[in-house]
């Protein structure tokens, strides 16, 4: 019920949307949304490193997410905890990717997991508020040209 | 205006618990039932039942109400609305990131053929 899963048909092979997934150049190119640019990407990949992403919003407000990786098997499987920055501690979640080899390139099942963990309640209310509304501005700002899907 | 709020806390935590999640799924099927009615398929006893309606009551996701003897379980959707508001934005954020990763690898697979790889 916390958790959020989305499933993706890529025509790329798993080892090319891997290392879009966990290099700075790749994602640099697909992180930020739309319009608004990514200003750091650091990614230490090997279990126990750690990754650090920066983006703009199209308000100009800026945010970030960071978090360690948890399990590092290229080609097949990513998972990282998550988390993000702010002047509040906004909690930990879980984030974790699997890519399946099939005909036409790569199934991604993604799936974002524990954003309402009891342990973590309070500080995520206080981070999340935050994050969120300035999402949801975004969201406002950007609702044209949103690409709706049926994931 | 959606926020995380505590009642999103509350939502949340009431709809962690599988009893509760298939007492709500019930309810979705036939609401208005009785809590007699609520507790038959589970394999806990009625007690048992009565918390985790008190859970959800809590939470305001069911009303109850008395008629004679018996306890009439209704469903209230505003916080479950607005739990998947919250979640449906969390969605939309992902969902638009997933979409240009896989912009940006169909075009790194092109440049791979291309280069005979």
Known sequence: MNSLTLVRRI???????????????????????????????????????RFRVRFRMLDGSEHESSGEYREVARPKRLAMSWRWLGGDDSGESLVEIDLRAIAEG???????????????????????NGALDKLERHFLASSNGDRHDQA | MVNYNRQLDRTFAALVDPTRRAILARLEREDGASVSALAKPFAIKLPAVMKHLDVLDDAGLITRSKLGRTVTVRLSPEPMREAMDWLRRYERFWSARLDRLAAYAEGKEAEARKRGR
């Not at chain 1, 930020?32 to 279990?47: F, I, K, M, S």
């Not at chain 1, 790569?106 to 342990?119: A, K, M, P």
């Open chain 1, 11 to 49: 025509a790329a092979r798993p080892s090319i949307v891997f290392d879009a997934l966990t290099t700075p150049e790749g994602i640099a190119c697909w992180w930020g949304p739309d319009g608004g640019p990514v200003l750091l990407a650091e990614t230490d990949l090997r279990v126990g490193g």
């Open chain 1, 106 to 128: 790569t199934e991604l099942t993604f799936t974002h997991s524990r954003l309402h963990d009891e342990e973590t309640r309070r500080s995520h209310e206080e981070g999340w």
